[in-house]
């Protein structure tokens, strides 16, 4: 496909965070009695840490087994971690799904690469239909590799044929969008939907809003 005005062909997404909603505590809000002890629970025992491990590739059983181990008074919650897991979706982010499906009609290829446990993915493809938009989704647990690592951007060079110097990657994760730059890619820290839309309208991939021209004159 020919490159846009701004040089752009190709178009990489994150997930989590930028198009799905994810968060532990639309569960945990369920279990615990307050905030503070809910914040506990997730700062010192089912961890972010602990999570990404998933997303590298363990399993949730073995995950599940460890914290068990080392927190056995908290076994109910632990247990509910992976067994409710799709409680922790919040829905689609607003307006980012829309600048996807815009996207989508401007026939420009469409990848997305994210960090997520492989045995719980199939579950996200189950509630969002807009995943089925994507010519290749890169999922972590599969490659057994996360972001930031490089590994896992040339698993999405390769398995694509890509050139990071005409594709725009979008995360909401500062490391990783400074991995992405560091590798070629034009990336942007996703915000919210209106901070993506006016980036992409810059870089001639979206058309200018009415609202963009108003804040630029």
């Known amino acids: 496909m020919a490159a846009r005005g701004g040089g752009i062909e190709t178009i990489v997404f994150d997930l989590g965070g930028v198009l799905i909603d994810w968060d532990p505590r639309y569960l945990y ?28 590739g363990r399993s949730t059983k073995e995950a599940t087994t460890l914290l068990l181990s080392e927190h056995p008074n908290y076994g109910r919650e632990i247990e509910a971690y992976y067994a409710r897991w799709d409680e922790m979706f919040g829905g689609p982010i607003s307006g980012a799904v829309e600048v996807l499906r815009e996207l989508r ?14 045995e719980v993915f ?19 647990g599969e490659e057994r590799i996360i972001k930031p690592d490089k590994e896992i951007y040339d698993v999405l060079v390769q398995r694509t044929g890509l050139d990071p110097a005409t594709t725009v990657f979008i995360d909401d994760s500062r490391s990783n969008v400074l991995a992405a ?31 963009s021209r108003v804040k630029d004159g």
């Open 181 to 211: 730059e560091e590798l070629g890619f034009t990336a942007i820290e996703f915000h919210d939907a209106d901070r993506l839309r006016e980036e992409l309208a810059r870089l001639e991939v979206l058309p200018v809003t009415v609202e």
């Open 29 to 56: 809000r369920k279990i615990f009695a307050n905030e503070e002890e809910m914040e506990n629970f997730l700062a010192t025992v089912a961890t972010m840490e602990w999570h990404l491990e998933q997303d590298r």
């Open 122 to 140: 199939p579950l996200a493809r189950e509630q969002y239909e807009f995943l089925g938009w994507f010519d290749e989704i890169i999922v972590s």
């Open 105 to 118: 009609a401007s026939g420009l290829p469409l990848y997305a690469l994210t960090n997520w446990s492989a």
